[in-house]
Nanobody
Framework: QVQLVESGGGLVQPGGSLRLSCTAS????????MSWVRQEPGWGLEWVSS????????HYRDSVKGRFTISRDNAKNTLYLDMHNLQSEDTAVYYC?????????????????????RGQGTLVTVSG
């Protein structure tokens, strides 16, 4: 059974930084693509970033490029999201998700992300 537990959210001022973590169990983490998705208050889910199973390939939505960095520690079954220069529009519940993409496919596509298994989320509030 896939279990994903996010942590690290909180209240931060605009321009501040946070590091989110996600511990995973119940599936072969080191063999799985992983992603972060988020849901802003009153809006639907949006894909944020993904990382290949070996940590080499990374993908970001345009609005977070240069500010967010996704990483993973396969020895600890943990996924991270380092967020810098946070803005009010980054306020959302952040979820880690098990991404079904595989390295055997060319490129990357996050099609179907709302249906991916995800954790309970951690709230990030950017307000000054």
């Amino acid at each position: 059974q896939v279990q994903l537990v996010e942590s690290g959210g909180g209240l931060v001022q605009p321009g501040g930084s946070l590091r989110l973590s996600c511990t995973a169990s119940g599936f072969p983490f080191s063999g799985s693509y992983m992603s972060w998705v988020r849901q802003e208050p009153g809006w639907g889910l949006e894909w944020v970033s993904s990382i290949s199973n070996d940590g080499v390939d990374k993908h970001y939505r345009d609005s977070v490029k240069g500010r967010f960095t996704i990483s993973r520690d396969n020895a600890k079954n943990t996924l991270y999201l380092d967020m810098h220069n946070l803005q009010s529009e980054d306020t959302a519940v952040y979820y880690c998700a098990r991404d079904p993409w595989t390295s055997s496919k060319p490129g990357y596509d996050y099609f179907g992300f709302p249906s991916w298994p995800r954790g309970q989320g951690t709230l990030v509030t950017v307000s000054g």
